[in-house]
């Protein structure tokens, strides 16, 4: 029973003892180590949120990102589709313009052509119609160097005239 | 595997440090068997209860061992104030030593090791530093060197650095007491509290630990100081409570008068329980923790007595040790249990006592069962 009898003393002493470690502690260990703690937490809590929002960021960034891939794909794929369509139109054009300009110059050479063989055409006619009377004029020589033959032939021109 | 090893080491060297203040039992006993020339069988006869209950109990020098004759201990400061006498400081080596007690100053010592003065109609008031005094002191010295050394390591590293050593350590713990004990209980006015909590948490666990050295002094064992430290509490608890905690209490609403003549005071019996309840748990708890370690201890002399030879103590002693040695671990945890126990009835009987009117009903079942 002399355990459970309280003594003054001691009593005394814890109390003075529990109020100065509390006053103490509470000033200078529990104030800053809770504030501390406390700070961490919303330090903590602030970063995580940061971190958070850097990352819905960056997802919105990327999400743009893409878009604008995705748009810059579509640009150059219209873009070498209208130089295709370009270099095809050239070409064709090209050909167009070549083939006319062929085909006038085929023109001229044949008008070139024709104008020079009608010349030479004209040409070998008169000479034709030279060596003709040249020979002509040669055979009616040879055939009229005789009076008979001239009668002859004055008589039988007359017939023809008479004839007429 | 080391750190398992470096336990168990430390566990066998406290056991074995245990023992040593029971040489001084057979000093005492050797003593008396030839002063007093007892026939052989009293003098054999090894009183447990004497030793343990000398161990448990406040004194007035912190004894340590004892060599033969020579008791190694450490005499305290003696301090009485009677009105008569006044005041007088001296040391407890006057009083001489146990068995040939010396009068001083008119003082001495009785046969519970309580201060008596000569003139028994003198009233005095005993203020001595006894061993229990002196352990709290020696606690409160590494209680205010530890937490004021973590909290300048706050300070110097700031909020941002991670915590290390010794304040990595108690951090896991302060953070316990707040999000384990003190919110839950405490609700949003938990902060206000903090201070409270940690002291009494610490203090207490510091000093149960301390009460679990080989030769300690069993300071949270005892009922004077579970007392104060639950008179604490009973008056935070007092002046914090608010209008809807007394009006529940001394006019509970919605029940009928007669009945409120028989609940009315069953309520208020519960409010001063609540002080009572804290301080016998944490005494019963530590008390009956050093009395088991000091009784299985005791055992090793107890059989050593029982016949001609002291074999059977010889061999007990293993037993013994291993008990002690499981029984030792056992309460290096209850240290820390009953440090939160304490701390989170509380809480809790604070909690009460500030709830605001919602959601009463629903709690107050909670803290009856947290209670049990």
């Known amino acids: ?22 006053l ?50 579509e ?41 020079s063989k009608m010349a030479a055409i004209t040409e070998v006619k008169n000479e034709i119609g030279l060596l003709s009377v040249a020979v002509a004029e040669k055979i009616l020589r040879n055939q009229l160097s005789q009076d008979s033959a001239q009668d002859a032939y004055v008589k039988k021109l007359t017939e023809e005239i008479k004839m007429n | 595997m080391t750190g398992k090893k470096y336990l168990y080491l430390v566990g066998l060297a406290w056991a074995l440090l245990m023992a040593i203040p029971f040489t001084k039992a057979y000093a005492q006993e050797h003593h008396a068997a030839e002063a007093k020339a007892e026939t052989k069988e009293e003098a054999s006869k090894f009183n447990a209860s004497e030793i343990i209950f000398g161990h448990v109990s406040d004194a007035h020098d912190w004894h340590f061992f004892s060599i033969g004759e020579n008791h190694i201990s450490l005499p305290l400061p003696i301090i009485i104030y009677s009105k008569t006498k006044g005041l007088s400081i001296f040391s407890s080596a006057k009083f001489g030593h146990e068995g040939h007690r010396e009068v001083y100053n008119g003082y001495t010592l009785d046969e519970h090791n309580k201060i008596a003065s000569e ?88 000093n149960n630990m301390l009460g679990l050295l080989p030769g300690g002094a069993n300071f949270t064992g005892n009922i004077t100081v579970t007392a104060c430290l639950a008179l604490i509490s009973f008056i935070v608890l007092l002046i914090n409570a608010n209008k809807h905690f007394w009006g529940h209490l ?65 061999g007990f002693s293993i037993v013994s040790l291993a008990f002690s040695i499981f029984m030792f671990f056992l309460e290096l945890m209850v240290a820390a249990i009953q440090a939160f126990i304490f701390t989170n009835l509380t809480a809790v009987f604070i909690g009460q006592a500030i709830e605001d009117a919602h959601g009463h009903e629903e709690h107050d079942h909670h803290h009856e069962e947290a209670t049990a």
């Not at chain 1, 003054?8 to 002493?13: A, D, S, Y």
């Not at chain 2, 050593?304 to 103590?313: D, R, T, Y």
């Open chain 1, 75 to 115: 640009e150059r794929s219209a873009m070498l589709k209208e130089a295709k369509e370009i270099k095809e139109k050239m070409i064709t054009d090209a050909k167009e313009l070549a083939k006319t300009e062929a085909n006038k110059i085929i023109l001229d050479a044949q008008e070139q052509i024709n104008r």
């Open chain 2, 119 to 206: 003139d028994k109609s003198e009233s005095f008031y005993d203020f001595s530093i006894t061993k229990n005094v002196l352990s709290m002191l020696i606690g409160v010295v590494l209680l205010l060197i530890i937490m004021l050394n973590v909290a300048k390591k706050y300070k110097q590293n700031g909020a941002n650095v991670a915590p290390s050593g010794f304040q990595n350590a108690l951090e896991p713990v302060i953070m316990f007491v707040r999000d384990d004990v003190a919110k839950p209980t405490l609700g949003a006015k938990y902060q206000k509290y903090m201070p409270l909590l940690l002291t009494l948490f610490f203090f207490i666990w510091i």
């Open chain 1, 1 to 22: 029973m002399e355990l459970l009898k309280p003594a003054l003393g001691l009593f005394f002493w814890a109390l003075l003892a529990f109020m100065i470690v509390f």
């Open chain 1, 24 to 73: 103490i502690l509470k000033k200078f260990a529990w104030k800053p180590i809770l504030n501390m703690l406390n700070e961490r937490e919303t330090g903590i809590a602030n970063a995580l949120q940061t971190a958070e929002k850097v990352k819905g960021e960056m997802s919105a960034m990327k999400a743009e990102n893409e878009q604008l891939m995705k748009q810059a794909h």
């Open chain 2, 250 to 314: 001394l006019n509970p609403p919605g029940v009928p008068l007669p009945i409120k003549f028989l609940l009315v005071p069953i309520e208020i019996m519960s409010l001063f329980i609540k002080p009572i309840a804290l301080a016998i748990r944490l005494f019963a708890n530590i008390l009956a923790g050093h009395i088991i370690i000091l009784s299985i201890i005791s055992l090793i002399f107890i059989f050593s007595k029982m016949g001609q030879n002291p074999a059977a103590g010889y």
